[in-house]
């Protein structure tokens, strides 16, 4: 078994990254012999990081159409995942070479790219990495394509990929922060992006967390942020996946932007909070926020604080929203997806 994971990399943000190391690893523990590799952006910060064979490229593999496909060639996998990135010149490249190709969008322009004529018969699979809630289900015009296109990838709604901890081993991360489990504040802002505002936007989330700390509320603060008073507040620089995953299941709140990290959070049925860093987390978060399954509020410290503050202590609010959470729950799909590629590949 040959997988070869091509994720959007970047300087900032690691959601695609995260998604599929989540599935690469999971891939691993199911088959130990399987051979997986991944390309990245060599200025990505996890790009010295990578637990599997890795080629880096001066940037995200979008940019490189020659060297991947070329790449593609040269290795022959069984299987290709395009997450957010690819172009039909290295889609093409893992078609005509035998591989299976599968292509993660989770954002509408990627979407529309995957439900263009020249690209449904260069898939096998095409998931949208949301809810189906949340990204609309599949229009009249894409499901025409689907019926009529010379080839029919199989299109699924992913609504979240993270792994899932024993209720043991997260209260064993839990103490590793002197943090006691249902008892603390998870603040994750991630790593921001390109997109306008977004720059300042991790530093912001950071600030809250520092004011939720102040007011001895038991708070760990996750990322690269700097911090001038660090006093009473937890701070870890760099979490590992699956630590994150085990810290998520067991905070009282989550405070986190409207990326992957928020409904990976719900997935675990966690009370969250959420700010957006880019145009399309405000749709997301509004979808939630409109459901009641988490609270939204704008980019800026002292709403952000706020916010935590009182679904920490009010008891009451967080029984609603758990409740809400309950009747629209968001799915952890990892297994789903190690499944479905398992299959592919074989």
């Given at each position: 078994m040959r997988i070869l994971f091509i994720p959007v990399s970047a300087p900032t943000g690691s959601g695609e990254y995260s998604r599929s190391i989540a599935i690469a690893q999971s891939l691993r523990a199911m088959n130990g012999g399987a051979d997986i590799s991944f390309v990245l952006n060599r200025h990505a910060p996890y790009a010295t990081s990578?637990?599997?064979?890795?080629?880096?490229?001066?940037?995200?593999?979008?940019?490189?159409?020659r060297e991947v496909s070329a790449l593609i060639r040269e290795r022959s996998?069984?299987?290709?995942?395009?997450?957010?990135?690819?172009?039909?010149a290295q889609l093409r490249a893992a078609h005509e070479s035998g591989a299976r190709v599968v292509y993660i969008s989770s954002r509408a322009r990627q979407r529309r790219k995957a439900f263009r004529l020249k690209w449904l018969p260069l898939l096998d699979e095409h998931w949208i990495a949301w809810p189906e809630f949340m990204a609309g289900s599949l229009s009249a015009t894409e499901r025409i394509k689907l019926r009529w296109g010379a080839r029919r990838p199989t299109v699924r709604f992913i609504d979240?990929?993270?792994?899932?901890?024993?209720?043991?081993?997260?209260?064993?991360?839990?103490?590793?922060?002197?943090?006691?489990?249902?008892g603390f504040t998870l603040v994750v802002p991630g790593g921001g992006g390109a997109h306008p505002g977004a720059s300042e936007g991790p530093q912001t989330?950071?600030?809250?967390?520092?004011?939720?700390?102040?007011?001895?509320?038991?708070?760990?603060?996750?990322?690269?942020?700097?911090?001038?008073?660090?006093?009473?507040?937890?701070?870890?620089?760099?979490?590992?996946?699956?630590?994150?995953?085990?810290?998520?299941?067991?905070?009282?709140?989550?405070?986190?932007?409207g990326g992957d990290t928020l409904l990976q959070a719900l997935s675990f049925r966690r009370v969250c909070?959420?700010?957006?860093?880019?145009?399309?987390?405000?749709?997301?978060?509004?979808?939630?926020?409109?459901?009641?399954?988490?609270?939204?509020?704008?980019?800026?410290?002292?709403?952000l604080a706020l916010a935590a503050e009182e679904l920490y202590h009010d008891g009451a609010r967080r029984a609603q929203q758990e409740a809400r959470i309950a009747e629209r729950p968001i799915r952890n799909d990892l297994d789903t997806a190690v499944e479905a590629l398992a299959r592919l590949a074989a």
């Open positions: 990578v637990p599997f064979p890795s080629v880096l490229l001066p940037s995200s593999p979008t940019f490189h159409p996998p069984d299987l290709v995942v395009f997450d957010n990135a690819g172009r039909t979240a990929i993270i792994p899932n901890p024993s209720a043991e081993e997260s209260a064993h991360v839990a103490e590793r922060y002197g943090l006691e489990p249902d989330m950071a600030a809250a967390a520092l004011r939720l700390a102040r007011r001895g509320q038991p708070t760990l603060l996750v990322g690269p942020h700097r911090l001038d008073d660090t006093a009473g507040l937890r701070h870890t620089p760099h979490l590992p996946l699956r630590d994150l995953a085990a810290l998520m299941a067991r905070a009282r709140v989550v405070v986190a932007n909070v959420a700010a957006p860093l880019a145009h399309d987390q405000e749709n997301r978060i509004r979808h939630c926020a409109d459901v009641g399954i988490a609270t939204g509020v704008e980019l800026d410290d002292v709403a």
